[in-house]
């Protein structure tokens, strides 16, 4: 299956991430010149990557993205990101995602931000208007008014990209759209060594190839872009791979393997915003600190999970479908719901007054376990894969409660229940006993 790449760079000029603030990355990441000497530093990494591969409204489908996805993901954790990784969103997730992106991240000037959108591209006007096409957008062959209500306008990326106030940014994207959009600006023969000029605010982008060309179902570009992570894109040989050597590297890469796209590289074109390099350091090559948590499956909730209320019934979409075998439990006004795809629990906040149809993220609990517990006012409620159990029996274990469900013929320890008066899920203990 083939994704075409219509036009791509020609006016504005954009192919990077958003930014984020609050929370940190990998820490400080020193860049460095020749001599050693320090001419800047990022105090966040992070990444947002989008693959859209189950069209529902006309597309063709692209089922390599969701492993070629999960590559890049690897490859940017590795990096020393901290990232996102968003399958199959509609027209809201897709927004919501850069928009949310933008909130969490984009004002921390410090930190360097990468978005890498893998999935359909379109071009009206003779290439003057592109689009991102997210999964629920219809052909617009067939519905261009409908189309153009659903895919994301590249005038937005680029009003995006004007907003936020990271120093560095850099776009990728895997698809096809384009024109002129963007202004492509050409690579030099030799990469420029790491200066002060490196350190100055810039917006780079990467496309997979140019106008009238095609994009291969199975991804040549997303394959280069890692092995570029990896080091073969230090052009210099310096420790560290900067946007332009970026798209040398993959420029070349891409033609090598003659798959008839020409990859294109350029930066946004304002004053401002032009001059500087996004810089990968090479020498880190592990995953961040704060990805590295106890609970190996909570990276699984960079899936992008959102739910919404009408008229008393409630609707859970996980990567943009929606979730029919759900189980939920009331919890005081929040709803209690678990989700056997992902094998986890989330909650749905204020449930009881949410009765208006918009779109809103849960909270999903630092757990795996499909049994959990809370205790309130002295009372305890145990629930098993996303059923309240009320026909239990318990008795003392020390600090412990140790609970047994008829039904189910098994017993459950519930850890220093004396303690935990405080209304919190937490993963209770299963026992061997029957």
Request: charged share 25%; aromatic share 12%.
């Amino acid at each position: 299956m083939k994704r075409f790449i219509q036009t791509i760079i020609a006016a504005l000029i954009i192919t990077f991430g958003v930014c984020h603030g609050q929370t940190k990355g990998i820490g400080v990441v020193s860049i460095k010149d020749s001599s050693g000497r320090q001419i800047g530093l990022y105090k966040g990494s992070y990444a947002l990557v989008f693959g859209v591969s189950d069209y529902t409204a006309g597309w063709p489908k692209l089922p390599s993205v969701v492993e070629e996805t999960k590559l890049v993901q690897i490859a940017l954790e590795n990096a020393g990101f901290i990232v996102r990784r968003v399958l199959n969103p509609n027209e809201e997730i897709l927004k919501r995602e850069f928009e949310q992106f933008i909130d969490r991240y984009g004002y921390e000037r410090d930190n360097r931000l990468l978005v890498f959108f893998s999935g359909h591209g379109y071009s009206r006007r003779k290439g003057a208007k592109g689009y991102l096409v997210p999964v629920d957008a219809p052909d617009p062959r067939k519905n261009e008014r409908e189309f153009l209500g659903k895919a994301l306008p590249m005038s937005q990326v680029i009003a995006w990209c004007r907003q936020i106030e990271a120093k560095h940014a850099l776009f990728l994207f895997d698809s096809c759209f384009s024109g002129t959009i963007f202004k492509t600006k050409a690579l030099p023969e030799i990469p420029p060594h790491i200066s002060e000029i490196t350190s100055r605010p810039v917006r780079q982008f990467i496309t997979a190839g140019d106008a009238g060309e095609e994009v291969p179902a199975k991804s040549v570009f997303a394959h280069a872009f890692i092995r570029g992570l990896r080091g073969e894109g230090d052009l210099t040989k310096d420790g560290f791979i900067t946007g332009t050597e970026l798209g040398l590297f993959l420029h070349d890469k891409v033609l090598y393997y003659n798959t008839g796209q020409t990859p294109q590289y350029g930066k946004i074109r304002d004053p401002e915003l032009d001059e500087g390099d996004f810089v990968f350091n090479i020498s880190i090559q592990e995953p961040p600190k704060a990805i590295k948590q106890p609970i190996k499956s909570i990276k699984k909730v960079t899936t992008s999970v959102t739910w919404r209320q009408k008229d008393g019934k409630y609707w859970l979409y996980v990567d943009g479908e929606s979730q029919n075998n759900t189980k939920s439990s009331w919890m005081d006004d929040d709803l209690l719901v678990y989700i056997p795809k992902l094998k986890r629990y989330c909650v749905l906040k204020g449930y009881k007054k949410k009765n208006d149809n918009t779109l809103r993220e849960p909270m999903i609990p630092p757990t795996t376990s499909s049994v959990i517990w809370r205790q309130k006012d002295g009372k305890y409620w145990l629930y098993v894969d996303g059923e309240s159990r009320s026909d239990t029996k318990s008795s003392w274990m020390d600090n412990d409660l140790l609970v047994y469900v008829p039904k189910l013929k098994r017993y459950y320890v519930l850890k220093d229940y004396k303690k935990k008066n405080d209304n919190t899920l937490r993963e209770a203990t299963t026992t061997s006993h029957k």
